[in-house]
C-alpha cells in the first residue's frame, strides 16, 4: 500500500505547488502567462512538472498525475532477486546425451566424417 495519498486534494496538501511561464513554442499567450505548474513533494522531495496545455487547470492534472506515476514508481517494492540455482544431475545427463545424438548427426553429413 503506497505511503501518499489517493486523493488529489490530500495529494496537494503536501506539494508546494509553483506556476511558471512555459517555454518554447506557442508565442505570447505562453511566454506572458503562467500557465506551467511545478509540483515538488515535500515527504520525498520528488518533482513532477507539466507545461504543454495552455490552461493552468489541464496542467495541473497533468501534472498531478505525473506525481502520483512518479510516487508510485518510489514506493513500489523493489523486484525479488533471483537466486541462482545448478542444474539437477538428471537434467545436465539429458543434455549431454542430446548434444551426442546430434553431433553423431551433423558428423553423418559431411564427407570427411566417420
Known amino acids: ?13 503536501e506539494c508546494d505547488v509553483e506556476f511558471v ?13 503562467e500557465t506551467a505548474v511545478r509540483l515538488v513533494h515535500r515527504p520525498t522531495g520528488i518533482r513532477a512538472q ?20 512518479l510516487l508510485e514508481q518510489h514506493f513500489a517494492p523493489p523486484p ?7 542444474p539437477t544431475r538428471g537434467s545436465q545427463e539429458r543434455r549431454m546425451k ?7 548427426v551433423k558428423a553423418g553429413r559431411s564427407d570427411h566424417g566417420e
Open 98 to 104: 542430446a548434444k551426442a545424438v546430434r553431433s553423431k
Open 80 to 86: 525479488r532477486v533471483r537466486r541462482p540455482t545448478r
Open 1 to 13: 500500500m503506497p505511503a501518499f495519498p489517493h486523493d488529489d486534494d490530500a495529494l496537494l496538501a
Open 21 to 33: 511561464k512555459g517555454s518554447g513554442p506557442g508565442g505570447q499567450h505562453r511566454n506572458k502567462t
Open 50 to 69: 507539466a507545461s504543454e496545455r495552455r490552461s493552468q487547470g489541464q496542467n495541473l492534472g497533468v501534472a498531478l498525475e505525473r506525481l502520483r506515476a
